[in-house]
Every structure is written in structure tokens, then in C-alpha cells.
């Protein structure tokens, strides 16, 4: 078969296109938000609410369950905390397996008003960190997870953190597996995580 | 004078089971206002509850006050692209012939500056005003602090 000039340059110019696409829809899948498939090591390093340097390194072995929050939050967060809570009762024994982290994206204000005791109210196998600001935006980053300071309107000096409201499931290898968006109920994570153990 | 109202309410209400009851206001029917137990009083509280307008015109929701907290306001969690912030509510929807909810995850009463600790199993008043129907007061029962509804049964709500 025999092309002529026109013919070949459509051609091309058709092969150009695909490619363009293809180019353009690896990009567009590039959100914050994490691909499914795409496999990635979350890391953090972090002081708990004693100030001990928490790295993800030490929970090697075990599946991490991770929450971003602030504990001056009392819609989404304590929502979110209690359910984790449900989740380590329901696991029983294999709970050993699953180490809950909040990890504050106010900390200043979290360790003032109390990290501990804070996590401590929805379940003892929590653990909070809350780091300086570059810490946490490392962990936030490493995450690929967002969050900002919301200042009010009103001259108040109040003010709020938005932030991705999820839950995240690290790995024993510690490469990120999922995530549970807001509100799924605690017997699908249950259900997850027992798969997995 | 509300305030007072309100401050002998709270002394009468003891049972974490009269929230679950309907509180009438006209044809606005208020019921399961729960709140979580609080860590001290520094962190705000919150308030969650049930409005069904059984009539035939819309209303609102416009401003909540209770004696425990120095600025209570309305306040909606709002998921954008996956993520979750709380805006100022100006006012709550509440159209004719429906039901709307305070709830987890979406619009509640937000109450800075606590005046005292929430415990759980204690109640405290809240005055609710709407656009038409004016105000009524109903009181909120003190859950766990990780609870996720009011504990009301189903047939009792
Ligand atoms: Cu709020």
C-alpha cells in the first residue's frame, strides 16, 4: 500500500494526537488525591504528647490507620476518632496488629490544650503526634493529604483548620494501601483490615 | 429573662431521655438534641439535633443560645473535593414539610467558649430561634464523647 504525502502526515499527525491524549490523562490523573493503584511510602516524623520522635519506621510489621485532625474540631473529628475506636474493639486480639495515629495539623494548640488526654477519650491505642509546622507539612506532603488554617471573618482571633477528612491505611511494609473516605462505618474498616490481617 | 428561663430548665432536667421527646413550637416539631461530653471547657462543644416542619410554609433556623457557652453559633461541615471545612451558617433550612438535621458530618450548633464541662448523662438548654415560629427552648442531652447519636431508640424518636 502506497501513501501519499497528505495520507502520512494525517497519519502522524493522528499518532500525535494519541499520544497528546494519553500525556494529558496521565496528568489530569494526578490529583491530591491518591491514585488507587499508585504505591507510595508515607513517612512522618513526629513527637507523641511526650515529646518522643515518632518515626513511621518503627511500626514496621504492623497496618497503620492514620487521621489528620485537630482536636478543637468537634464535628468531623471526634466522628471520625470514636469510629477508629469502634474498629479496635471489634478487631479483638488482632487489633495487636493495627497501630490508630492522629496526627495533629494544629499542633501548637493541640499541645496546649492537651494531646493526650484528648486521644485518650476515644480509645487508649491511639496515638498522638503533633510535630512543629514543618514536621507536620513533611507528613501531611508525604501523605498527600491537605490541610490549611481557616481564619474567621469576625475579629475574634478564633479559628478553624479544613482538611482532607479521611482515614489512611499504611501498610506492614509501610506503603500506603487505602484509603476509608469520611464516614464509612467502622464495620467496613473492620471488615478491610480483618482481610488483611 | 430567656437566660433565667433557661438557667432553671437546666435545673430540672435530669434525665438524658427528654431529649428524645418532641419539643413543640407551632407546626416545628424539635426533638433528639444531643451534644458530646466535653474534655474541660477550652475546646467548643457542639450541638446536634431533629426539625420537622409539619406545615405548609418554610422556615429557618436562624440563631441558637445557651447559657453554656459565650458564642454559639451555626455552623455546617461541607466535603469539597474531599475536603472538609466548617463554614458559618447564616441560617438552617427548614421548608415545609420536611424534616432537616443537625447532624455529625453536616450542619450543628457550634458552642465556643464553654462555660462549664459537659458531662456525660447531664442536659442543658438551648433556645432555638426561627424566622416564623420565634423561639423555643429545648434541652440537650450530654452523650459520650464519642458518641454519634442522640442514644434515642427508634421508636422513641
Ligand atoms: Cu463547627
Known amino acids: ?197 | 429573662m430567656n437566660r433565667l428561663l433557661a438557667a432553671t430548665l437546666l435545673s430540672l432536667v435530669s434525665s438524658p431521655v427528654l431529649a428524645c421527646d418532641a419539643v413543640q413550637l407551632g407546626t416545628i416539631e424539635v426533638e433528639q438534641a444531643w451534644s458530646r461530653a466535653s474534655i474541660g471547657t477550652s475546646r467548643p462543644g457542639v450541638v446536634y439535633l431533629t426539625i420537622r416542619n409539619a406545615g405548609t410554609e418554610d422556615d429557618a433556623l436562624v440563631s441558637i443560645d445557651t447559657p453554656i457557652s459565650g458564642m454559639p453559633m451555626l455552623h455546617e461541615t461541607v466535603v469539597t473535593d474531599g475536603i472538609a471545612s466548617m463554614p458559618h451558617a447564616m441560617e438552617v433550612p427548614v421548608p415545609a414539610d420536611a424534616t432537616v438535621a443537625l447532624e455529625p458530618g453536616g450542619y450543628h450548633g457550634m458552642l465556643m467558649d464553654l462555660t462549664q464541662v459537659l458531662k456525660e448523662g447531664e442536659s442543658f438548654p438551648v433556645t432555638l430561634t426561627f424566622r416564623n415560629a420565634g423561639e423555643v427552648t429545648v434541652p440537650v442531652s450530654v452523650q459520650g464523647v464519642g458518641a454519634t447519636d442522640a442514644g434515642c431508640s427508634e421508636n422513641n424518636g
Request: aromatic residues 10%; glycine residues 8%.
Open chain 1, 1 to 197: 500500500m502506497r501513501l501519499t504525502r497528505l495520507q502520512k502526515a494525517l497519519w502522524v499527525a493522528a499518532g500525535l494526537a494519541i499520544v497528546a491524549f494519553g500525556v494529558l490523562v496521565t496528568i489530569m490523573n494526578r490529583a491530591p488525591e491518591p491514585a488507587a493503584q499508585a504505591s507510595f511510602r508515607p513517612t512522618f516524623s513526629l513527637p507523641d504528647a511526650e515529646g518522643r520522635l515518632r518515626t513511621a519506621a518503627e511500626f514496621e510489621g504492623k497496618h497503620l490507620l492514620v487521621f489528620f485532625g485537630f482536636t478543637n474540631c468537634p464535628d468531623v473529628c471526634p466522628t471520625t476518632l470514636s469510629e477508629v475506636g469502634q474498629v479496635m474493639d471489634d478487631l479483638g486480639d488482632e487489633a495487636e496488629e493495627v497501630q490508630p495515629l492522629f496526627i495533629s495539623i494544629d499542633p501548637e494548640r493541640d499541645r496546649e490544650l492537651g494531646l493526650a488526654e484528648y486521644t485518650n477519650a476515644f480509645h487508649p491505642a491511639i496515638l498522638g503526634l503533633a510535630g512543629d509546622q514543618a514536621q507536620t507539612r513533611a507528613a501531611a506532603d508525604s501523605f498527600h493529604i491537605y490541610y490549611e488554617r481557616e481564619d474567621t471573618a469576625d475579629a475574634s482571633g478564633e479559628y478553624s483548620m479544613s482538611h482532607s477528612p479521611a482515614l489512611y491505611l499504611v501498610g506492614p511494609e509501610g506503603d500506603w494501601l487505602r484509603q476509608f473516605t469520611y464516614g464509612t462505618p467502622a464495620s467496613d474498616i473492620v471488615s478491610d483490615l480483618q482481610s488483611r490481617l
